[in-house]
């Protein structure tokens, strides 16, 4: 502000002053060249009467000339020294003028300068820079050379007062002055308005800034006016929301996962507790104890690794390793690796595979999404069911259904299949250990492949996955 202020007054300061320099030159002007005139037809008329030394009636016409014109006559000699003066007070003086040099020493014939009376400085453009003083006497110096036979021999030295002109550039330049004051003033008032208007929704998303960085996620700006201001107030308010969500869900993970953990920890203390008191516990029945305690541990064991797997996904840490692979030939593994399960569940797997699907894709995470999804089916469907997986190639996709005749997913359940720790009956879910995690692994490990994986479901039907790969090749 302050900067700017003064760049304001500076340049105004510069037009001021060359604007009344010019008015004075102009002004001068007219003064000037009749007083020259003057000046030097009296030169040429008094010539005769210095060089002849008849200084009487030199004295009576520099007086009587003088008195006409209402100034001061002197006649100098080659010194500089006063001859005749038409107030008779200076005779045999130096005078000491810019004038009088010019003619004297430089060989000029005329001159003219305006000057503070008693001050050899005489008035260049440069002069208004400082404000002139208008009680002081102003007088206005001509000078011209008195010649002989084409010789300098002296000069003519009129002096005459110019009060009124520079009374005149001196109101113009105390009017200056007030113009000055009122256009600095309105000009930093625009200013400020101008800079509050630009700054101000700036400094309110500053703030929101600052609130933000002080943990409060809450925070949003008002969205007004329009362009660039708009548009950065519309992304803060993205960002902030996007921040807010994350943070709730991240509490969420948190809060989730550790209740999952405590379960497993609450069910192992009791059985434990239970050996402890009871010294005399029956053989039989304390190895029972220890063998559910030993399932525990491995359902903590499971839990925490899934919690690792989709934290480094989360972080983006987790790369695929892709090679070229025959899809078809991980869903045989995995379905022969649940084979047992499903067998003492007397179900039967079903598989149907019309092509090898050879990609470029990571075994290991194949593996875990056809096994989540699969283990989920036999883990659901009641004993004696029927699982049909089939594989199929459509264009340049692999298309994976896997699909059970168990009890469906009702419909308000299915959008939130795919969400962390969800699951449709607690209760029963309990029972058969789940923690709700496996299928939001599917989704992240497929989407990494740049597949998709949905669900349809009709409750006491069955339910069917089909999830969809592009075929890559390396
Ligand atoms: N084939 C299915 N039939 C019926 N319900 C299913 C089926 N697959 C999944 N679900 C429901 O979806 C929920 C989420 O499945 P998900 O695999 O994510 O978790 P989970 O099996 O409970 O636990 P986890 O797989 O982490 O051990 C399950 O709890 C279950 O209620
Ligand atoms: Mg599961």
Not at 168 to 189: D, E, H, I, P, R
Request: hydrophobic fraction near 45%; proline fraction near 3%; include cysteine.
């Amino acid at each position: 502000m302050f900067a700017f202020l003064l760049v304001v007054g500076v340049s105004y300061y510069a037009v001021a002053t060359s604007l009344i320099g010019l008015v004075g030159d102009y002004l001068f002007a007219d003064r000037r060249s009749s007083d020259q005139a003057i000046t030097e037809q009296l030169a040429v008329e008094i010539a005769p009467l210095y060089v002849n030394a008849r200084i009487n009636d030199l004295q009576t016409l520099l007086v009587a000339s003088g008195g006409e014109l209402g100034g001061r006559l002197m006649v100098l000699d080659m010194s500089g020294m006063v001859q005749a003066d038409s107030f008779s007070e200076l005779v045999g003086s130096l005078v000491e003028l810019p004038e009088v040099a010019s003619i004297l020493t430089d060989g000029q014939t005329v001159d003219y300068g305006v000057h503070q009376l008693g001050s050899r400085q005489k008035m260049t453009f440069f002069s208004y820079v400082t404000p002139l003083n208008a009680n002081a006497q102003w007088v206005g110096y001509s000078t011209a050379a008195l010649t002989s036979g084409g010789q300098t021999v002296g000069l003519l030295l009129f002096s005459s007062p110019i009060q009124d002109v520079m009374q005149n550039l001196a109101k113009l330049q105390g009017k200056m002055w007030l113009y000055f004051l009122v256009t600095a003033a309105v000009a930093s008032a625009i200013a400020l308005l101008l800079s509050r208007i630009v700054t101000k929704p700036v400094a309110t998303i500053t703030r929101s800034i600052q609130r933000m960085g002080r943990g409060d996620l809450s925070v949003r700006v008002p969205v007004k006016g329009s362009g660039e201001m708009r548009k950065l107030s519309e992304a803060f308010n993205v960002m902030s929301e996007k921040l807010e969500m994350l943070d709730k869900s991240r509490n969420q993970f948190v809060s989730n996962a550790s209740h999952e953990l405590k379960t497993p920890l609450a069910t192992m203390k009791i059985l434990l507790e239970n050996i402890i008191y009871q010294p005399d516990m029956d053989a039989a029945v304390r190895m029972d104890f220890l063998s559910d305690v030993n399932r525990e541990i491995n359902r903590l064991n499971m839990i925490i690794s899934d919690l690792l797997t989709l934290v480094s996904m989360d972080s983006k840490n987790m790369r695929l390793k892709r090679e070229t692979i025959k899809f078809a030939q991980v869903v045989k593994d995995v379905s022969h690796r649940l084979g047992m399960v499903a067998e003492r569940r007397r179900q039967q797997i079903k598989l149907q595979i019309s092509d090898n699907c050879e990609m470029y894709a990571d075994t290991a995470k194949l593996t875990q999404v056809v096994y989540n999804i699969m283990d989920n089916a036999i883990k659901y469907t009641p004993e004696g069911g029927l699982i049909r997986v089939r594989l199929i190639r459509m264009g340049r996709d692999a298309i994976l259904t896997i699909a059970d005749n168990g009890p469906g997913i009702p419909q308000q359940d299915l959008p939130h299949i795919f969400d962390r720790f969800y699951r449709v009956d607690k209760a029963r879910s309990r029972d058969t250990g789940g923690t709700g995690l496996g299928l939001s692994i599917v989704n992240q490990l497929v989407l990494m492949h740049g597949g998709t994986v949905s669900v349809q479901s009709e409750e006491g039907h069955g339910t069917t996955f089909t999830v969809e790969l592009p075929i890559h090749q390396g």
